[in-house]
């Protein structure tokens, strides 16, 4: 969520944006539209209370103990939907780079970026959770879902043919 929406801090150059953990139940009776619905539901929920400190929200988990987890969530799903950063210089150009850390900061992070009217997509895992091939399997089902919903966004059940 970006924080962005004060306009005090648009001379600030950082990235202002909060993780916001997001829980629902999904069940397979759920069509997609029914999903989405339901996640759009919850994120205006953790809009409207995003002033709660984040020490309180990991003192109310039931993770809050457990060192070795991030006390609030382990799937990331980010979308960077703004304009292409770069620098506008005379007679140079530029371009965004990804660059890694060789560490992972969650289990599972999948990340889309916009560039040239589509997205750029990423996977990052722990690889003491995911073999190379669950995560290129992960990954692969991430690609396909785009067409399978647009295709038909009532549909009930991944692994049927809708």
Not at 17 to 42: I, K, N, Q, W
Not at 73 to 87: A, I, K, M, R, Y
Request: charged share 25%.
């Amino acid at each position: 969520m970006s924080r962005r929406a004060n306009a005090g801090l648009d001379p600030v150059m950082d990235c202002l944006t909060d993780l916001m953990p997001l829980a629902f139940a999904v069940g397979a009776d759920l069509s997609f539209r029914d999903l989405v619905r339901s996640a759009r539901s919850e994120v205006l929920d953790l809009v409207r209370h995003r002033d709660v400190p984040f020490g309180e929200l990991v003192r109310r988990t039931a993770t809050a103990g457990q060192l070795g987890r991030f006390p609030l969530f382990q799937t990331v799903v980010q979308l960077n939907d703004g304009p292409e950063s770069g620098l506008n210089l005379p007679g140079a150009t530029a371009e965004r780079l990804y660059a890694h850390s060789g560490t992972a900061k969650f289990d599972l992070c999948i990340g889309l970026a916009a560039e040239n009217e589509a997205f750029r997509g990423f996977l990052d895992c722990a690889t003491d959770l995911y073999a190379p091939a669950t995560a290129r399997r992960i990954a692969d089902r991430y690609r396909t879902l785009p067409a399978s919903v647009l295709a038909d966004p009532a549909c009930r059940s991944p692994r049927r043919r809708c």
